[in-house]
């Protein structure tokens, strides 16, 4: 499409709509193909204000040590179409449509390291001839071959975006990137660092946990200045971006709740004066590998903030022990631990409330009240899926049929079917939270209380 001495033909190019006949390429029958070809999309600048025209080119290289060569059937070589990265597969304007191509044959020749150079411009508006919104960011795909797309690259334009816009936006009496501290790149929507005007807040439900609870997490994001703030992110879902890791007090890192984003593009997060973001999580004592992490044990739990822009993070500690030997009046009962807690049989019970005994018969589910508790919790499911499964609990799981059940009895679902089996646990529900679901048998595969918390029954 555009003139260059590794083209051997004059072009004359003119706009209007496109013509009807086909217009292709023929790719070369042997040697060097356009699979070895090397693309590049390179812009004057990445920022624009209003009124500019982006300036761009798509150069094209033979890195090979052999000739390329490949004919076309028109005068057009190469186009670009321009997408809007929060919107998937979004085209806003299609070169093909505003472009007329001579139905004559052209080649394209490169001999080896050469290059030929397609420059392309773009008024930032649609296909209709309406401005494009800003400020905001354009994917920039520029492509080999016309009307299909042989080969692609792709780079990235902003229009009226704060650190390209030539204004002092944010006061600072520095303007722009790379100038302002406070921009990461020219398509950096504010000049704001968000290290003074973000404040980041980690909390989990509590301090300390007894093997198989789960830890919620919520990560607080408060913009504290007196302006909006945008944070900037590579995915569209900004909660992929956005999470926690769970470290030992020595730093090393033992779970990462980080997801793959499958779809890359622009995020952002755009928060007012003295608005709060709250993000929700959930830690099942578990390692990178799903297995259960060892206790009595302390952990350090960090934030992290996958932004383009440095952003602060928090952090807090907590610790998991065994009810009767954690240090703590885990029932309020004014006695703590074994053997000071006449409840605790061991120092390895984890439950400081005593056994709870369940016994069925044809009227239900019952058990003998327990000194100081405030309910029971009862829980059944498959004893087949847990047999086949080793002992977890996770997917043996089938329902809740007491919570927080103040009497001593509650009605069986019905029987099992033929070749069938239920199991029924309980757990004490206390003045200072929910007992366990463990018994202080030997027989006892892994935690009980880990996979039964894991399916929400009976919260």
């Known amino acids: 499409m555009m003139a260059s001495s590794a083209l051997r033909w004059r072009m004359f190019l003119f706009l209007g709509p496109s013509l009807g006949f086909v217009i292709s390429a023929t790719l070369p029958a042997f040697g060097v193909t356009v699979d070895d070809l090397a693309l ?20 094209v290289t033979n890195p090979t040590s052999e000739m390329f060569r490949m004919a076309f059937s028109s005068s057009c070589q190469a186009f670009f179409v321009v997408e809007d990265p929060f919107i998937f597969q979004s085209v806003l304007y299609d070169f093909r449509r505003h472009v007329g191509c001579l139905a004559v044959e052209t080649q394209l020749v490169l001999e080896p390291g050469a290059s030929v150079v397609y420059p392309f411009m773009w008024n930032f508006a649609d296909d209709s001839g309406r401005p494009v919104p ?8 520029a492509s080999l071959g016309f009307p299909e797309a042989l080969r692609t690259a792709a780079t990235f334009v902003g229009l009226n975006l704060a650190c390209s816009d030539q204004v002092d936006n944010d006061g600072d009496s520095l ?40 830890v919620w997490i919520d990560i607080l994001l408060t913009n504290v200045s007196d302006h909006e703030v945008r944070i900037n992110f590579s995915c569209p879902t900004v909660e992929l971006m956005i999470g926690f890791t769970v470290e030992t007090p020595q730093g090393e890192e033992v779970f990462n709740s980080a997801s793959p984003c499958f779809l890359p593009a622009f995020g952002a997060l755009t928060m007012p004066p003295g608005h709060t973001e709250t993000f929700f999580y959930a830690w099942y004592q578990e390692d990178l590998s799903g297995a259960p992490v060892p206790y009595p044990s302390q952990w350090v739990i960090r934030s992290w903030i996958d932004s383009h822009e440095t952003v602060p993070e928090d952090r807090t500690s907590i610790r998991i022990g065994l009810a009767c030997s954690d240090g703590v009046d885990n029932d309020l009962d004014g006695m703590t631990d074994y053997p000071d807690d006449p409840e605790c049989e061991t120092a390895h019970d984890n439950d400081e409330t005593g056994s709870l005994f369940l016994r069925i018969d044809a009227r239900g589910l019952g058990w003998d009240a327990v000194p100081g508790v405030l309910g029971v919790d009862i829980v059944m499911g498959d004893l087949q899926a847990l047999r086949s499964d080793g002992g977890d609990f996770t997917f043996a799981m089938r329902g809740c049929l007491a919570d927080d059940e103040p009497g001593t009895s509650v009605e069986a679902p019905g029987t099992p079917a033929l070749r069938q089996a239920w199991f029924y646990v309980g757990r004490t529900v206390h003045a200072g939270g929910n007992g366990s679901y463990d018994s202080t048998s030997p027989s006892q595969v892994g935690f009980r209380d880990y996979g039964i918390n894991y399916t929400s029954y009976c919260p």
């Open 134 to 141: 800003s400020p905001q960011g354009y994917r920039i795909r």
């Open 40 to 59: 590049e999309v390179r812009s004057a600048r990445q920022g624009y204000t209003s009124g500019e025209t982006a300036q761009f080119e798509l150069r």
């Open 175 to 214: 303007t722009d990137y790379p100038r302002d501290p406070g921009c990461f790149g020219e398509l950096d929507a504010d000049e704001f660092d968000l290290f003074r005007e973000i404040v980041v807040d980690l909390r989990t439900d509590r301090e300390l946990y007894t093997p198989g609870d789960p």
